[in-house]
Structure formats: C-alpha cells, structure tokens
Nanobody, 125 residues
Framework: QVQLVESGGGLVQAGGSLRLSCAASGRTFITTAMGWFRQAPGKEREFVSAITWSGDRSYYADSVKGRFTISRDNAKKVVYLQMSSLRPEDTAVYYC??????????????????WGQGTQVTVSS
C-alpha cells in the first residue's frame, strides 16, 4: 500500500509560482501512475494532472495546461507539481493520489486508491 504526504503549498500572489511535492512510501511506487487533484471550498474534487509510472507520459486539465508541469523521481519516490502563472481560481487544497500498480492514469478520483492529506494553495489577486 502506497502512503502519500504532500508539501509545498502556501500563499502566493497571482502570477507567482509554487512547487508541490508528494513523498511516497511503499514498494509499488515505481509501478504506480500518480495524479494530482484539487478541491476548492464548496466544489467537487477535480483532476489537475497525472503521470505514468515511468514518467514518459503526462496529462493535464485544460485549466492548467501550459502553466503546470508534473514530474516524478522514482529513485526518491517523489512526484512534483510545478505551478506557474498562478491565478486566484487555482486556490484549493491540492491532493496527490496513487492508482493501483500497473494501471494507466485516469482523470477520475474514484479510480485512485491512495490519497495524501492535502496541501493548501492560496493565490491572492
């Protein structure tokens, strides 16, 4: 079972940047597709980005495409989300999540079996 811990959230002005990290434990990490989701107050959890277990392919929500970059370091068991050109509408709690091993990534939260506790990102205007 993969366990996940996010870090790197905070308060930033519009146009600024943040890098989120998701540290994983467990032997199956290197065969696990990973995703980032976010949830704003009063809204449903939404897909942000995902990456294959090898890191060779990634996918982004239209709302973050060109501004966010997902990456992973399997040796360190960490997944990153580099966020640039942040907007107030990016304000949310950001969660990383793990698919079951050897399965491709998806955009549906219910397809992910392990979740971190979340990290708050607040973008001021």
């Amino acid at each position: 079972q993969v366990q996940l811990v996010e870090s790197g959230g905070g308060l930033v002005q519009a146009g600024g940047s943040l890098r989120l990290s998701c540290a994983a434990s467990g032997r199956t990490f290197i065969t696990t597709a990973m995703g980032w989701f976010r949830q704003a107050p009063g809204k449903e959890r939404e897909f942000v980005s995902a990456i294959t277990w090898s890191g060779d392919r990634s996918y982004y929500a239209d709302s973050v495409k060109g501004r966010f970059t997902i990456s992973r370091d399997n040796a360190k068991k960490v997944v990153y989300l580099q966020m640039s050109s942040l907007r107030p509408e990016d304000t949310a709690v950001y969660y990383c999540a793990a698919r079951p091993p050897l399965l491709f990534y998806t955009t549906q939260p219910t397809d992910y079996r392990a979740w971190g506790q979340g990290t708050q990102v607040t973008v001021s205007s």
